[in-house]
């Protein structure tokens, strides 16, 4: 073959693949949507109707990438995203020029103290210094990025042991908290083992914080990194339940047992769903069903609520007797709907002299790994209204002494702890800005076992781009900035702890500029 038969068959070809081909197929496409009689607008316009489905498909990707704002977007913006992957990649949190937030709308702010605390004033335990790595960038031109990892010691920025938060200090094993920030619970099988795992051990690594198992049951990659275990207890009972379903006592005793188990929580209701879990048939893998005594690969759905229980006095002898089987301090999972719910609650609790040893108090704005639209959108109080009434509550009937608030929901910053702990929490927890650090590309799949990123997906594949030793140094990073930046604003308040942020030192700014204390 010469050089003119071969430039003569490469033209065919190109004429056969760049315009023959996408001219059979737009024939073939064009006749088929006519004649198909489930989509009308494919029906009506089948070439414009094809390229209306290609736009509806991409245009989340679109949005997100090229056409939303930096301040665009929800459940979080682009600016807020990155305020979580940085932190943990960089293991850095400073900005330039200055903030993006929209000063003119209404909001809460932190008021500055006139005389500040210098760092060596601070009621800090830095003791002992925490091993870590971060990535530091070479160089960032248009078309190429490099960077390298680099070992570096940094500071924990715990409590001092005197000022740890006690949880339970009546039980016989009470739980000694260091961290002002833990990990809001997130099932395995919600998320894979390789997310578990590195959450697991970078929590372990940052010192002093916990995670919680959320309602799917504890596993050994919950416990791979020794990070304290707050064990979750949902209503399908899932690893404390018996073979026909039936709640367990001794599987209390089993759990209780491990030292890294230091407390347990009964889950009442959550943020995006008052109702039971749910989790794909999917995600249901053998293992994961083993631990939830449950069969591999069907649909799992909770009970909208626990059946050992349906009110106050059955719901506190059912805490007690975990309490007295375990010898480990017990708490709920809640979301308020209103100032009667919280007022019942704590009232009921100075009555008998019994109840929680801490309240997990979720918003209506947290998350979920599945849950329905009106559910999440619509029901249960955001946690900033929240917070507050369920302070009040617990104060006025004089059990506040009694209870730890742990609150969750979008805190995914420092100065958005803060504000939540000045509010009236004692501790914070943070699940999806811990989904965030192990690689999460908020891509709204979590329900489908199809999570890219590996981590709300329990698809051997697609776990494989999680690489457990590389994102559990993010997770340590993200909580030790985030440990530090609550520090930096209480400091900033005249405070020389972030335990002692009170409602004064927060101010509600309305949108035409009046200022309005916290009460």
């Known amino acids: 073959m010469n050089w003119a ?28 949507d006519k004649s198909q009689k489930q989509h009308a607008i494919l029906r009506n316009f089948p070439i414009l109707g094809r390229m209306r489905y290609v736009m509806e498909k991409t245009g989340p990707e679109l949005r997100q990438y090229l056409f939303d704002d930096d301040n665009d977007g929800e459940p979080f913006n682009r600016e807020e995203y990155l305020h979580m992957v940085m932190p943990g990649k960089y293991l850095n949190s400073v900005i330039g020029f200055g903030s993006k937030r929209d000063f003119e709308e209404s909001g809460y702010y932190i008021r500055n103290a006139m005389f500040t605390k210098q760092n060596e004033e601070m009621r800090v335990d830095n003791s002992n210094l925490i091993d870590t790595m971060r990535y530091v960038v070479d160089e960032d031109n248009l078309f190429s990025r490099k960077e390298h990892r680099e070992d570096i010691p940094t500071l924990p920025w715990l409590l001092p042991e005197e000022d740890a938060i006690v949880i339970g200090p009546n039980c016989e094993h009470p739980f000694h908290v260091r961290s ?32 919680n198992t959320g309602e799917g049951g504890l596993s050994q990659h919950h416990l791979a990194g020794g990070a304290d275990i707050i064990a979750q207890i949902g209503s399908g009972l899932f690893g404390f339940r018996t073979e026909d379903g039936e709640f367990s006592f001794e599987r209390v005793r089993e759990k209780a047992d491990i030292p890294q188990v230091k407390a347990f929580e009964i889950k009442l209701a959550q943020g995006a769903k008052m109702r039971g879990g749910h989790v794909e048939g999917a995600k249901v893998t053998e293992e994961i ?28 002898e059912f805490i007690d007797q975990i309490r007295q089987h375990s010898g480990k301090p017990v708490g709920i999972k809640v979301v308020l709907g209103g100032k009667q719910d919280a007022e019942e609650l704590a009232s009921f609790m100075h009555e008998t002299g019994m109840g929680p040893d801490f309240i997990s108090l979720d918003g209506g704005e947290g998350g ?42 979008k805190i995914t910053t420092p100065d958005r702890a803060a504000i939540v702990l000045a509010m009236g929490a004692d501790l914070v927890q943070v699940a999806r800005g811990f989904m965030i650090s ?60 972030p335990t002692k942020l009170e409602r004064h030192h927060i101010v509600y700014k309305d949108e035409r500029g009046r200022v309005f204390p916290v009460e």
């Not at 038969?5 to 088929?32: D, H, K, N, Q, R």
């Not at 970078?202 to 914080?209: C, H, S, V, Y």
């Not at 051997?460 to 930096?488: A, D, H, P, S």
């Open 5 to 32: 038969e071969s430039i003569s068959i490469t033209t065919a070809l190109l004429i056969l693949f760049l315009v023959i081909l996408p001219i059979t197929i737009a024939i073939y496409l064009y006749f088929y």
């Open 368 to 409: 979920s790994g599945a849950t329905y639209q009106d559910l999440a959108d619509s029901v249960g109080l955001p946690l900033r209204s929240a917070i507050i009434l369920l302070d009040d509550a617990l104060r006025k009937f004089e059990v506040r002494d009694r209870v730890k608030i742990i609150a969750s929901g």
């Open 438 to 497: 192990v690689g999460c590309i908020m891509a709204h799949r979590c329900h489908t076992n199809d999570c890219p990123a590996g981590v709300a997906t329990t698809d051997k594949k697609l776990q494989q781009g999680l690489v457990v030793e590389e994102k559990k140094y993010r997770v340590t990073n993200y909580i030790l900035t985030m440990r530090e930046g609550l520090f930096r604003v209480a400091a900033a308040a005249g405070l020389d702890s």
């Open 180 to 211: 002002m920030l833990g990990q809001s619970a997130m099932s395995y099988g919600a998320l894979g083992e390789n997310a578990i795992t590195a959450l697991s051990k970078g929590i372990g690594m940052a010192q002093g914080a916990w995670m």
């Open 289 to 316: 069903a083993a631990i939830r005594n449950v069969v591999p690969f069907v649909s799992i759905n909770s009970p909208n609520r626990f059946h050992q229980f349906d009110d106050y006095p059955t719901l506190f």
